[in-house]
Nanobody, 126 residues
Framework: QVQLVESGGGLVQAGGSLRLSCAAS????????MGWFRQGPEKEREFVAA????????YYADSVKGRFTISRDNAKDTMYLQMNSLKPEDTAVYSC???????????????????WGQGTQVTVSS
């Protein structure tokens, strides 16, 4: 079992920045891929970014490419999402997810992930 806890959400003006964190605990010895997803008001959950176990492979949704940066620190069992140039359409609940035994792979489909955090609210005002 892996437990995930997000933090760092909040209210920010358009053009501002936030840094989300996702702390993992439990059986974190299993190499695991991680990802960020978001769900806005009356919207379906959508993929934001994903990172492989080593951090050597990274993938972004087109909507956040160039503005968001995903990273991880395996020594701290923590993944990050640096969000810059935020827009009102980025308003959503952001959740992190993990999939064990991923080796070099990363995943963009939420159905591939085994563990999920509770989510953290990000609100961008215009």
């Amino acid at each position: 079992q892996v437990q995930l806890v997000e933090s760092g959400g909040g209210l920010v003006q358009a053009g501002g920045s936030l840094r989300l964190s996702c702390a993992a605990s439990g059986r974190t010895s299993s190499n695991y891929a991680m990802g960020w997803f978001r769900q806005g008001p009356e919207k379906e959950r959508e993929f934001v970014a994903a990172i492989s176990w080593s951090g050597g492979s990274i993938y972004y949704a087109d909507s956040v490419k160039g503005r968001f940066t995903i990273s991880r620190d395996n020594a701290k069992d923590t993944m990050y999402l640096q969000m810059n140039s935020l827009k009102p359409e980025d308003t959503a609940v952001y959740s992190c997810a993990a999939k064990r035994f991923a080796y070099r792979a990363l995943y963009t489909n939420p159905l591939d992930y085994e563990y999920w955090g509770q989510g953290t609210q990000v609100t961008v005002s215009s």
